[in-house]
Each structure stands twice: as structure tokens, then as C-alpha cells.
């Protein structure tokens, strides 16, 4: 069975920083490319950034423009767990952040989302 | 940038009917790239439609997903009462874009 899960959300001030961590079983997690998607409170969902599989790209990244130059996504196949470490956060950053199992389509960096954590909430406000 | 639109942003209909669900495209969405979510309050989404019209494993088989181009539409043939819910359009062919959802509740 496929589970996510989540961790590292809380409250931060505006300008600070945060890392998220997704930690991965059920399936092997070097070969699956992975997604954070997050959603605001009473809002839609909004892809954050997709990291390719260990044995696709070797680790391609990709943001949305919002979190470019801002959020950085990793792996470590090793430990079996997604990373999103935010910097310089924002008060419309606030939301509730999933990981996602993401499944490749025959375009460079498309994905849609198979399997969801229930997400971590992050709340950046002074 | 695709922007998907959903319609209608409230349905409200009652157990056994059908729901039909929009989701238009600014642009056409190639390859049919376009996936269906359903959430429920305090849950993750789930996915129920990929490629348009393949249902996602698990997924019962009154719920069908079909279009293309720029309008797809999302079909429920007899709504239980676990299926009232939020539902979402994505399309993955150019970066990745999410419609507003539309919300189906009981009449």
C-alpha cells in the first residue's frame, strides 16, 4: 500500500524559512517521480514543483513561477523521502502542502498525481 | 500559461441522479493530458480520471471522464452519497494547471 507522509509544516514568520519532508513506502521510491502540491485555506490546489525519478532525468526539477528562486526540491532515494526547503516565505505561501507520487506523460516535466499524503500545514504570518 | 475553467461552481443534486461536470481550456490541451480529482472535507484529493477518459485504479465505473481539445467534462452516472464532494480538472501538457473545482452538494 502506498503511503505519504508529510512533516515539517508550522508557523513561520514572513521572510523566514522551512523544510518539508515526505516520507515514502509501498512502492519503490527511485523510480517514481514525486510532487509537492499545495492548497490554501478554502481555495484550489496549486502544483508547487515536480522532481523527476532517479532513473529518468536523474533528478530534474521544476517550480511553478510563484516558488521559483524561492523553494528548492530534492530526494534522497536513500532514506525514501521528498524535500521541499522554502526560503524567503510569504503570508500567501500559508497552505496545506501535499506530496504526491506523480506519474510522467510524454512531455518533459508533466505529471499528474496518483497517490496523496494528507498534507502538512504551513502558516507564515508575524 | 492553460487556464481551466470549471462549471457550474455549485451542483446540487440528489442521490441516484446524474452529475455532469465542465471544465473548459484557454488553449487546446494535447494529448488529452487533462486528470480529474475528487476531494472531500479534511482529506487529500483522490484521483479518479487520467488521459481524459482512463479511470484511475479503484475508481467505480460510474464515473467516466471524456473530451478533448479545450472542453472535457467529467460524467457521474448515479450519484452515491460518498460522491458529494470537490472535484478538480488538471491538465499536464504545458506545466501543470489546476481548475477552480466545482462543488457537488446535496439538493
Known amino acids: 500500500e502506498v503511503q505519504l507522509l508529510e512533516s515539517g509544516g508550522g508557523l513561520v514568520q514572513p521572510g523566514g524559512s522551512l523544510r518539508l519532508s515526505c516520507e515514502a513506502s509501498?512502492?519503490?521510491?527511485?523510480?517514481?517521480?514525486m510532487s509537492w502540491v499545495r492548497q490554501a485555506p478554502g481555495k484550489g490546489l496549486e502544483w508547487v514543483s515536480s522532481?523527476?525519478?532517479?532513473?529518468?532525468?536523474?533528478?530534474?526539477?521544476y517550480y511553478a513561477d510563484s516558488v521559483k528562486g524561492r523553494f528548492t526540491i530534492s530526494r534522497d532515494n536513500s532514506k525514501n523521502t521528498l524535500y521541499l526547503q522554502m526560503n524567503s516565505l510569504r503570508a500567501e505561501d500559508t497552505a496545506i502542502y501535499y506530496c504526491?507520487?506523480?506519474?510522467?506523460?510524454?512531455?518533459?516535466?508533466?505529471?499528474?498525481?496518483?497517490?496523496w499524503g494528507q498534507g502538512t500545514l504551513v502558516t507564515v504570518s508575524s | 500559461e492553460i487556464v481551466l475553467t470549471q462549471s457550474p461552481g455549485t451542483l446540487s443534486l440528489s442521490p441516484g441522479e446524474r452529475a455532469t461536470l465542465s471544465c473548459r481550456a484557454s488553449?487546446?490541451?494535447?494529448?488529452?493530458?487533462l486528470a480529474w480529482y475528487q476531494q472531500k472535507p479534511g482529506q487529500a484529493p483522490r484521483l479518479l480520471i487520467y488521459g481524459a477518459s482512463s479511470r484511475a485504479t479503484g475508481i467505480p465505473d460510474r464515473f467516466s471522464g471524456s473530451g478533448s481539445g479545450t472542453d472535457f467534462t467529467l460524467t457521474i452516472s448515479r450519484l452515491e452519497p460518498e460522491d458529494f464532494a470537490v472535484y478538480y480538472c488538471?491538465?499536464?501538457?504545458?506545466?501543470?494547471?489546476f481548475g477552480g473545482g466545482t462543488k457537488v452538494e446535496i439538493k
Open positions: 522532481i523527476s525519478s532517479f532513473s529518468g532525468s536523474d533528478g530534474s526539477t
Open positions: 488553449q487546446s490541451v494535447s494529448g488529452n493530458y
Open positions: 504526491a507520487l506523480s506519474v510522467p506523460a510524454a512531455i518533459v516535466g508533466s505529471y499528474y498525481f496518483d497517490y
Open positions: 488538471q491538465q499536464y501538457a504545458s506545466s501543470l494547471t
Open positions: 509501498g512502492f519503490t521510491f527511485s523510480s517514481y517521480a
